[in-house]
């Protein structure tokens, strides 16, 4: 069974960064994407970062601050966050999508339990 474990979220200063980290465990036959989506309080879920083989994409808000970057041999992705703003302030889930069985089978999305990410001004 897929399970993703979150960390490195916090409280930080406007201007100040943290790493996000997220370790997968488990096996998918195919891995597509990986990547961060954030949630803040009343709002929607929403694309951070997602990176597909070795091309990153970013959600224009945080295009320049942010680098999504993912370490197939520890199964990890990675998101350093920089110049955080407290409109960054959201839960922070990390998300998997591919395959479970085999060529035949659907994309499934897993999800990590997420982490909160605060940025005081």
């Known amino acids: 069974q897929v399970q993703l474990v979150e960390s490195g979220g916090g409280l930080v200063q406007a201007g100040g960064s943290l790493r996000l980290s997220c370790a997968r465990s488990g096996s998918i036959f195919s891995l597509r994407t990986m990547g961060w989506y954030r949630q803040a309080p009343g709002k929607q879920r929403e694309l951070v970062a997602t990176?597909?083989?070795?091309?990153?994409n970013y959600a224009d808000s945080v295009k320049g601050r942010f680098t999504v970057s993912r370490d197939n041999a520890k199964n990890t992705v990675y998101l350093q966050m920089n110049n955080l703003k407290p409109e960054d302030t959201a839960v922070y889930y990390c998300?998997?999508?591919?395959?479970?069985?085999?060529?035949?089978?659907?994309?499934?999305?897993?999800w990590g339990q997420g982490t909160q990410v605060t940025v005081s001004s």
């Open positions: 998300n998997v999508n591919g395959q479970i069985w085999g060529p035949d089978s659907p994309f499934v999305n897993f």
């Open positions: 990176i597909t083989g070795g091309t990153p």
